[in-house]
């Protein structure tokens, strides 16, 4: 498979949309039952934050691509994820859950994946978050919309997300072609660097966020009352879909979370003990150690049009 | 003044007309400077047509706010006609003009000029062994022309979806509009090149908010802007040699800049800690220095030279913005992270219509060819100044010419220089022209190419000194000084020479005389 990725960027320039595209008062909030209201606003907060997140590892990802048009395309990306942020946040305008100026606080694993992108994100090579970033797409970003449509019934939520589906085959497609670029490198440089991170703090306290994260949302759907198997299924897209590439296996990072997305799909492996108490002993991690938030985060809005400039908001 | 002007018409009709010895196009610094160059070689025979109503050029036309050169005064102005007034180290764009028009006055060049003339066309005669000119319905004849039409004397608005709905001003930062008041207005700019960091400060002071669009960041050194001493002004006025040494002592430094901004080496990296340290000191947020940071080595793509520019993008009023723009709203514009922003007016600061496949005009060649058909993709000419095919034909600012780290008026006095000695020959020794050999155009070109190889250039940015495929024809891989050696040095052995003397002589007809 080879995709032209020329292509892609036009592709990509010709399909953007607006927040003013939307008729955000339209009917249908009515449809959201009010108790369900609560655990919807905490899904939904998570939600947003993964894709601030995911915005900014495609930040991270456009100093690392292969070539420069990979390195536009997740420049567009990385906007892209911006984009989606700023949808559920509007969305989350719309369903009456923000007060005026509030955005929803992100939980504790989201500061942490945030400190830790915001720290050490830049400096991994591609091999790394070309891996990773896939996973992230297809397990949370994918699957959780997928779950949020069939919870929620608001026709209005439904076309925000199926504009979002749309942009993230796209960004799908991306991400499994480039993580085949990525296997095709001379296996000796494939496991250098592979080798050189396994032992780098980066890579050991990005696992040591990456478990937690993905555990804490897995609770979080079962406390929905959902299913878990859906985000099972995606996670087993990871796999899918890396399979389809000709070099993609030969990513040793590819194998890592193949097998590790294998346990966490089995509910009866004893790995969830291990994940759940780091759920659990991220709660105690003392928020003062937190740096500040870093400035990236205030882009998020629901504003779909804004004339000026709010003071200061480039001197933090 | 002696100038025929011909409708087309006309022509037909055999009646003689005046032939000049040079014709100059372009009444910028360099247009001019080449009239005084000639004009001290004994060629009084000459006309510059200038497609504007007065003298200047870039600096005539580059009217935005906070306009100026961003190479010291000292070294931007032509050794043999300074300026001891300049009033700051970096002088603004409407001192330069006066100098400009200073200099034409200096020197009568005025009377040589034909303004409202632009040239559309030219065509070699090689039965008349003459250049015809076309400006529109006029028609100009000379035995050799000098191209000074400038390297950015065009601009256009981009290609941006929706850009021809947008109801507010659209403004071109190379053609600013002097009447649209800025005050209060939001205001959008697109660019953070060279025109928008000299914008951008002076409109964060006036303006009601600045929103700046970025697609790559630039490296952006520190400006020292200080005015010059009085004190300075009357020892350079009274004491020439003083402002000669002043000139010559910058002229090395920003030679000494050329072993980090030509060539790939540890010097560059020192300038990139030079630019990040720049950034750090002040720039206060983290995540806006990481959006300001280059990704291309230095030297790559234009050095930009502020003091003011950051401090602006951090002000109340303003704010960087890199998503990339989606498309123009007919209110204003909108990113890619699904917002839309309202503005009263766009700038778009987003630089200059650059001609790397030759001037804009057609231009004839002695067989009928296409200079532009020849130059489309990978531009060649010898020592920057001529082309094989294109005989009596000298250009300034031509292919590989450009420097990266010094004035590009003490590259253009070399160019001047070669005319000249060009003109001289061919007047001095009654030629009927003289046309660079191929194999000597040849081998000066994969010579260019080969030491361009290990520049700044090539390291992998896109910039617009490059074509399409990446093909370096705008930039000389090299110090000024050995680029002023090679322009010093006209060797008449490299040309082939077709001689009136050898036409009288063998009484063979005229366009055949070529040797
Ligand atoms: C905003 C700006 C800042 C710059 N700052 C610096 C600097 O700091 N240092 C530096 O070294 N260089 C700088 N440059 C580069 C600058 O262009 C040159 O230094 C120099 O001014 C070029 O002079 P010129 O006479 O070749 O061209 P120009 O000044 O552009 O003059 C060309 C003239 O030709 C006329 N013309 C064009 N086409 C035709 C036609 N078809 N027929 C008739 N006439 C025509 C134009 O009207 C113009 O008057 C800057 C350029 C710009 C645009
Ligand atoms: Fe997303
Ligand atoms: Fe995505």
């Known amino acids: 498979m080879t995709m032209d990725m020329e292509e892609m960027l036009a592709k990509i320039k010709d399909r953007q949309w607006a927040l003013a595209d939307i008729d955000w008062d339209a009917p249908g909030v009515e449809l959201i039952s009010e108790d369900f209201k609560p655990k919807l606003k905490a899904f939904m907060a998570d939600l947003c934050w993964i894709e601030n997140v995911g915005a900014r590892g495609f930040a991270a990802m456009a100093k690392k691509a292969p070539n420069p048009t990979i390195?536009?395309?997740?420049?567009?990306?990385?906007?892209?994820?911006?984009?989606?942020?700023?949808?559920?946040?509007?969305?989350?305008?719309?369903?009456?859950?923000?007060?005026?100026?509030?955005?929803?606080?992100?939980?504790?694993?989201?500061?942490?994946?945030?400190?830790?992108?915001?720290?050490?994100?830049?400096?991994?090579?591609?091999?790394?978050?070309?891996?990773?970033?896939?996973?992230?797409?297809?397990?949370?970003?994918?699957?959780?919309?997928?779950?949020?449509?069939?919870?929620?019934?608001?026709?209005?939520?439904?076309?925000?997300?199926?504009?979002?589906?749309?942009?993230?085959?796209?960004?799908?497609?991306?991400?499994?072609?480039?993580?085949?670029?990525?296997?095709?490198?001379?296996?000796?440089?494939?496991?250098?660097?592979?080798?050189?991170?396994?032992?780098?703090?980066?890579?050991?306290?990005?696992?040591?966020?990456?478990?937690?994260?993905?555990?804490?949302?897995?609770?979080?759907?079962?406390?929905?009352?959902?299913?878990?198997?859906?985000l099972y299924a995606a996670m087993n897209r990871f796999e899918k879909l890396g399979r389809r590439g000709e070099f993609t296996h030969r990513v040793p990072l590819f194998q890592v979370l193949r097998v590790h997305s294998k346990m966490v799909v089995d509910s009866e492996h004893p790995y969830h003990l291990l994940a759940n108490s780091l759920v659990w002993a991220s709660e105690f991690y003392p928020r003062a150690l937190f740096r500040p938030i870093p400035t990236w985060f205030k882009e998020l809005t629901h504003e779909p049009v804004t004339k000026g400039v709010k003071n200061g908001m480039n001197a933090a | 003044m002696t100038v025929t002007e011909l409708p087309v018409k006309k022509a037909r009709t055999k009646k003689p007309v005046k032939v000049h010895t040079t014709l100059v196009i372009g009444a910028g610094f360099i247009g001019l400077g080449t009239a005084i160059k000639l004009r001290e070689a004994g060629i009084d025979d000459l006309v510059i047509l200038e497609r504007a109503d007065r003298v200047g050029g870039t600096w005539r036309d580059a009217s935005y706010p906070g306009a100026a050169c961003d190479i010291p005064s000292q070294l931007y102005s032509f050794s043999f006609a300074k300026n001891p007034g300049w009033s700051r180290a970096y002088s603004p764009s409407a001192e330069i003009l006066e100098h400009i028009e200073e200099l034409a006055e200096r020197f009568d060049l005025v009377k040589d000029i034909q303004f409202n003339t632009a040239v559309t066309k030219l065509e070699f005669d090689k039965r008349e062994a003459r250049w015809e000119v076309t400006a529109g319905r006029k028609k100009f004849y000379a035995r050799t022309v000098v191209v000074a039409s400038g390297p950015l004397s065009d601009a256009s608005l981009p290609n941006i979806t929706g850009i021809e709905d947008f109801e507010g001003a659209k403004v071109l930062s190379a053609r600013w509009d002097n009447d649209y008041d800025f005050a209060g207005k939001s205001i959008a700019v697109i660019g953070t090149g060279a025109s928008a960091i000299q914008i951008i400060p002076e409109l964060v002071k006036?303006?009601?908010?600045?929103?700046?669009?970025?697609?790559?960041?630039?490296?952006?050194?520190?400006?020292?802007?200080?005015?010059?001493?009085?004190?300075?002004?009357?020892?350079?006025?009274?004491?020439?040699?003083?402002?000669?040494?002043?000139?010559?002592?910058?002229?090395?430094?920003?030679?000494?800049?050329?072993?980090?901004?030509?060539?790939?080496?540890?010097?560059?990296?020192?300038?990139?800690?030079?630019?990040?340290?720049?950034?750090?000191?002040?720039?206060?947020?983290?995540?806006?220095?990481?959006?300001?940071?280059?990704?291309?080595?230095?030297?790559?793509?234009?050095?930009?030279?502020?003091?003011?520019?950051?401090?602006?993008?951090?002000?109340?009023?303003?704010?960087?913005?890199?998503?990339?723009?989606?498309?123009?709203?007919?209110?204003?514009?909108?990113?890619?992270?699904?917002?839309?922003?309202?503005?009263?007016?766009?700038?778009?600061?987003?630089?200059?219509?650059?001609?790397?496949?030759?001037?804009?005009?057609?231009?004839?060649?002695?067989?009928?060819?296409?200079?532009?058909?020849?130059?489309?993709?990978?531009?060649?000419?010898?020592?920057?100044?001529?082309?094989?095919?294109?005989?009596?034909?000298?250009?300034?600012?031509?292919?590989?010419?450009?420097?990266?780290?010094?004035?590009?008026?003490?590259?253009?006095?070399?160019?001047?220089?070669?005319?000249?000695?060009?003109?001289?020959?061919?007047?001095?020794?009654?030629?009927?022209?003289?046309?660079?050999?191929?194999?000597?155009?040849?081998?000066?070109?994969?010579?260019?190419?080969?030491?361009?190889?290990?520049?700044?250039?090539?390291?992998?940015?896109?910039?617009?000194?490059?074509?399409?495929?990446?093909?370096?024809?705008?930039?000389?891989?090299?110090?000024?000084?050995?680029?002023?050696?090679?322009?010093?040095?006209?060797?008449?052995?490299?040309?082939?020479?077709?001689?009136?003397?050898?036409?009288?002589?063998?009484?063979?007809?005229?366009?055949?005389?070529?040797?």
Not at chain 2, 395 to 422: D, K, M, R, W
Request: with cysteine; charged share 20%; proline share 6%.
């Open chain 2, 206 to 515: 006036v303006a009601g908010s600045v929103k700046v669009f970025q697609r790559t960041p630039g490296w952006v050194m520190p400006r020292l802007d200080v005015e010059t001493p009085e004190i300075a002004k009357a020892v350079f006025e009274k004491l020439p040699v003083a402002q000669q040494v002043t000139r010559s002592a910058l002229f090395l430094a920003h030679e000494a800049a050329a072993t980090g901004l030509v060539w790939n080496t540890p010097i560059t990296s020192l300038i990139q800690q030079i630019g990040k340290l720049h950034i750090r000191m002040t720039v206060k947020d983290k995540w806006l220095r990481r959006q300001l940071t280059p990704e291309f080595r230095a030297g790559c793509k234009r050095m930009l030279m502020s003091s003011d520019y950051y401090p602006a993008l951090q002000a109340d009023n303003c704010k960087l913005i890199t998503w990339p723009i989606a498309k123009i709203t007919p209110k204003g514009l909108q990113t890619c992270d699904a917002l839309q922003h309202e503005v009263d007016a766009i700038v778009f600061a987003t630089g200059y219509d650059v001609h790397l496949g030759g001037p804009p005009y057609p231009i004839t060649g002695l067989d009928g060819q296409l200079l532009q058909e020849e130059w489309s993709g990978h531009p060649e000419a010898y020592k920057s100044a001529s082309a094989h095919g294109y005989p009596n034909l000298f250009f300034t600012c031509g292919p590989n010419s450009g420097p990266g780290h010094n004035s590009l008026l003490v590259y253009a006095q070399g160019q001047i220089e070669y005319a000249v000695s060009g003109i001289r020959a061919i007047v001095e020794q009654d030629l009927r022209w003289i046309d660079v050999k191929k194999d000597v155009q040849d081998s000066y070109n994969v010579s260019m190419q080969k030491r361009l190889r290990s520049t700044t250039w090539m390291s992998g940015c896109s910039s617009w000194y490059l074509t399409e495929d990446g093909f370096n024809a705008s930039m000389y891989p090299g110090f000024a000084t050995q680029y002023l050696r090679q322009m010093q040095d006209f060797r008449i052995r490299d040309y082939e020479v077709a001689s009136n003397a050898a036409t009288r002589l063998w009484n063979i007809p005229r366009d055949l005389a070529a040797v």
């Open chain 1, 71 to 230: 390195a536009e395309i997740y420049r567009y990306f990385h906007a892209e994820e911006q984009r989606h942020a700023n949808a559920e946040l509007a969305l989350l305008k719309r369903w009456g859950m923000l007060e005026e100026g509030e955005i929803p606080e992100p939980n504790v694993n989201i500061r942490m994946a945030i400190e830790w992108l915001d720290t050490y994100a830049d400096d991994m090579p591609l091999s790394v978050l070309g891996t990773v970033i896939p996973m992230l797409e297809v397990a949370l970003d994918g699957a959780l919309l997928k779950f949020l449509l069939e919870e929620v019934h608001d026709p209005v939520c439904h076309q925000v997300f199926e504009k979002i589906n749309n942009d993230e085959s796209r960004h799908i497609a991306v991400d499994f072609e480039v993580l085949d670029m990525i296997g095709h490198a001379k296996a000796r440089k494939l496991a250098i660097d592979f080798v050189s991170n396994l032992a780098s703090p980066g890579l050991i306290i990005g696992g040591l966020m990456y478990l937690p994260l993905l555990n804490r949302m897995r609770n979080n759907i079962v406390d929905m009352g959902l299913q878990p198997e859906k």
